[in-house]
């Protein structure tokens, strides 16, 4: 062996290599899957506060169009029942 | 060297790709890295379930925040380095839940007989008697030693994984091989050296 067998700073004069602990492929391959799985789920939780607005803003809508039906609607009928009342009240010649 | 830089330009290009959005270059990505990645979450934190999360935490912040970081010059050395702040900030989570841990500051590698190789793979006990003797060297010197050997990365890349300057990398690895030198195996280590031939870098 070399004096200088033990060199500062040399790599190439190390007298032995290391290996790693094999990982399979199978052990990366299921690695990756659950990181994809853990994207994909990443992403679909990235449109939830979009898709609550979007939510909050058609409830909002439904709710204004559904209260604007139900007060026409309840209007008419109350004309509807004016018109009744005045005709059993006033007779058909006077309606005119 | 020229291979190494291949493989960066490869590795930068992936990466690229991936902060575009494309996930068959995250993919092609983790698969080149995952295997020295792994080892290294393995060596510092001692436990396949944790490595296995370490690595899988590490890829996908990276992919929730790849559009966020800056551009990188050297893609597996940033791996490595992310990996480490990860697995020390995982172990400060535990300090500060009043969990018992072994380590902290500094995480502690343990070199086993088996990943040591030498011309002649049947001599377990010389593989035995280096593991010991890389064993003996103190917590930041068996890092270096680790990511120079195991990782073969260079001083400037070591430096940005362990986040000391060229320096440092450079006393702490003189220092290491020192004690290597100066250490009572070396005489049992040079004697058996003679019956088989260094397997080459």
Redesign the interface.
Known sequence: MPDNFWEENSGENFPFQFRHKPSTEAHRNANWSSIENRITGQQLRSIYPMLKHILIAASFFLLVALTYFFVNQNVNQNLHSTEQYAIVQTGFGEMK | MLQDSHNNEQLLQWWRAAREGD?HAF?AL??HL???L??YA?KLLDDETLS?EA??DL??KL??KKKSLHSIQQVKPYFYAALRKQILNYFRDLKLKNIKIQFFQQPNIE?SP?????KKESDFILQQK?SILLNQLPKRQKEVI?L???E?MD?QQIAEIMGINYQSV?NL??KA??K??DAKMLST??SL?FLFQ????
């Open positions: 996930v993919k983790h698969h995952f295997e020295g792994y080892a393995l296995n690595v899988q890829f996908v992919w929730v070199f088996e990943e040591i190789i030498v280096i680790y120079r050997y195991f073969n001083n450079s690895t003189q091989l020192h290597l030198r280590l040079i050296s260094f397997v080459k870098n």
